[in-house]
């Protein structure tokens, strides 16, 4: 082979895996850019634009703004949607009308239902229309308040209605690692804090204190093996809680007790010797009467 046919070669090899991670296959983890409307009132309902969330009033503090990983292909999208993505390159802006039985299916009257003022009342709400509400574990919109009753559609907002939206797929990551940060993202909302290790097809996810007592994330590990068995085929997903004993404090020494200061016992002072009172010196000895020895 000459070093022209090798380069031609490599560069074919090159095209090729070019076109694989170009090209959107089902299971795919793609982050996306969208705005999305209701086609016949021009309601705009989301966006991953905080600008334009801002300039429709839809904006939510909660919300973090920017390209959103999107699984496309496994029924996470509506249909219309999930079905165009797969043919869509990545860098280049679309913008597709989707009929109501590829978006959020057709509007079921068996839906909506009334029920007591009375029903609100015991929860303390008050009944307004638009107001979303959850009843017996559902949770529907207020279309109506008369006397004594509410009436509360169950349907999706969209259902019945064609959208349209503008996208554009960013990026398509590759690397096991980033995939699996996307779908922690995706079904609990963070990745932060998580130690991710794989071996071929087996994955070890150390979890941060953060999400041991969360309820949410009791109910979002089962999604994350759907995902990571969707998107990268993996066959053993396994969580690691790890508790570690605190150290114990070392108590501070207690001060030594200070010995109190030793007083020396005053020495007794000597008796000073009579003294003679006419002249007011000392007797000596031999001078001393008794009554002057026994003073």
């Keep these: 082979m000459t070093e022209k046919e090798g380069a031609e070669k490599h560069h074919v090899k090159d095209d090729k895996k070019h076109d694989s991670d170009s090209k959107i296959s089902p299971g795919d983890i793609v982050l996306a850019e969208f705005d999305a409307w209701i086609h016949d009132t021009g ?159 087996d994955y070890k996810l150390k979890l941060p204190d953060a999400c041991k007592y969360d309820q949410k994330w009791i109910l979002s590990k089962y999604r994350v093996v759907t995902d990571l068995r969707d998107a990268l085929d993996a066959g053993t997903v396994a969580f690691i809680e790890e508790y570690t004993k605190p150290e114990k404090k070392e108590e501070p020494k207690a001060e030594e007790k200070k010995e109190a200061p030793t007083v020396e016992p005053k020495a007794k002072e000597k008796k000073a010797a009579p003294k003679d009172d006419a002249k007011g010196e000392e007797k000596a000895p031999e001078e001393l009467t008794e009554a002057d020895r026994t003073e």
């Excluded at 919300?63 to 390159?89: I, W």
């Excluded at 839906?111 to 008050?126: D, G, S, T």
């Design 43 to 201: 309601e705009l309902f989301d966006t991953t634009s905080e600008t334009v969330a801002r300039e429709n009033k839809i904006y939510n503090e909660k919300m973090v703004y920017g390209a959103q990983p999107l699984m496309v292909g496994k029924s996470r999208l509506f249909p219309g949607l999930d079905e165009h993505m797969l043919t869509a390159d990545i860098g280049k802006e679309y913008e597709i009308t989707i009929p109501p039985e590829n978006a959020a299916g057709p509007r079921d009257a068996k839906l909506v239902e009334l029920h007591p003022v009375r029903e609100f009342l015991k929860q303390e709400i008050e009944p307004q229309v638009g107001l979303e509400v959850t009843v017996r574990n559902r949770t529907g919109t207020i279309t109506a308040v008369t006397a004594g009753r509410v009436r509360v559609d169950f349907n999706n907002r969209l259902a019945g209605r064609t959208l349209r939206y503008k996208y554009k797929i960013t990026e398509k990551p590759t690397k096991p690692k980033e995939v699996v940060e996307l779908v922690l993202k995706m079904s609990y909302g963070t990745a932060e804090g998580f130690d991710i290790e794989h071996h071929g097809k």
